[in-house]
């Protein structure tokens, strides 16, 4: 028995299973005196319902896992290549690979007989959302030894609409920056005109305008990202909370059930106890019974043994006691 085969068995197991196999995992390797791979499955934990549901959709749907893989990739590119057409492909491609990854979800919930509540549903799909979005958390769902969430905000692709306003980058300009377009200044030409240079100089102050109002919706959007990060570094955490608290709370109740358990036990044990005590009582007072029954049976043996040879010697004496008085009565008189 190794780490990778009680990794294999314990996160494709049933997860009401969880806990017992591993405990009989644990009692294996102590047994053979592996304490080290003991403590370490010891300390597995038990996945919650939405790592539970990605594990079992990886297991069984491989072939899905892979297109997701392949998808990630090919987004991670077109995103830091700015290729509009190609992300705005990879957007329909991703939105239904999302569908049929839920579908594969909900089929392995119905055959396992776990209810998917909403919230549980949204987990799941950040989860796969996520594994789109780095290439490292892929690889931890592909495996499908998920015990939560997978510690990446999601913060999501650019939308349909948000790529559909990306312009198409040639290829052979992509990832190089953009030319900036060569500044003039029209007031340092002596032979224009004093039309021309007013009108340069409304051009020069437009575009100025122009440049400070796109930094300025830069700064917004930028600001905009980061309280969105930052709201959903909140969020994450506050969903990681939620699942520790979740996972807290399931082992107090399975340990309050433990304890429970183990008084009934325990008050079952000691009337077993008791009415053993009991029983063997009994039997030492039946035996003594049967000892005594048994003596005064021999007892009263004696006694009609000896009653009847008193009776015998009785009858012997009679029937003299009858012969003497007949022989008297035949004497002449």
Request: proline content about 4%; charged content about 40%.
């Amino acid at each position: 028995m190794d780490i990778e085969s009680v990794l294999t068995r314990l996160y494709a197991c049933p997860r009401a299973e969880f806990i017992p196999i591993r405990d009989e995992l644990v009692t294996k390797a102590r047994s053979s005196g592996d304490r080290d791979l003991a403590a370490t499955i010891a300390a597995l934990r038990k996945p919650t319902v939405a790592a539970w549901l990605v594990n079992q959709v990886s297991h069984e749907y491989p072939d899905d896992l892979a297109r997701l893989g392949e998808l990630g990739a090919d987004l991670r590119g077109a995103h830091a290549a700015l290729a509009g057409a190609r992300l705005r492909e990879l957007s329909r491609s991703r939105n239904e690979l999302l569908r049929i990854l839920d579908d594969r979800t909900r089929r392995v919930a119905r055959r396992a007989e776990v209810a998917v509540a909403d919230q549980v549903a949204d987990q799941v799909r950040d989860t796969f959302t996520s594994a789109l979005l780095d290439a490292e958390t892929f690889a931890t769902v592909r495996a499908g030894r998920l015990t939560g969430a997978p510690n990446l905000a999601v913060t999501g692709w650019p939308t349909l609409s948000t790529a559909q306003d990306l312009p198409e980058v040639p290829a052979r300009e992509r990832k190089k920056p953009a030319a900036q377009p060569r500044q003039f200044d029209e007031r340092k030409r002596p032979d224009k005109p004093s039309g021309e240079r007013k009108k340069a100089d409304e051009r020069k102050r437009a575009d100025e305008r122009r440049q400070a109002d796109e930094r300025k919706r830069a700064d917004e959007r930028k600001r905009a990202d980061e309280r969105k990060r930052a709201d959903e570094r909140k969020e994450a955490l506050r969903l990681a909370r939620a699942r520790h608290q979740a996972e807290l709370d399931e082992a107090t109740r399975e340990a309050k059930l433990a304890e429970t358990a183990r008084a009934k036990a325990e008050r079952e044990l000691a009337t077993a106890r008791h009415n053993a005590e009991q029983a063997t009582v009994e039997l030492a007072e039946a035996r003594t019974r049967v000892e005594q029954a048994r003596a005064e049976q021999r007892a009263t043996k004696l006694a009609v043994a000896a009653a009847q040879h008193t009776f015998d010697s009785a009858e012997r004496n009679a029937a003299a006691a009858v012969r003497a008085v007949a022989a008297l009565d035949k004497r002449p008189h």
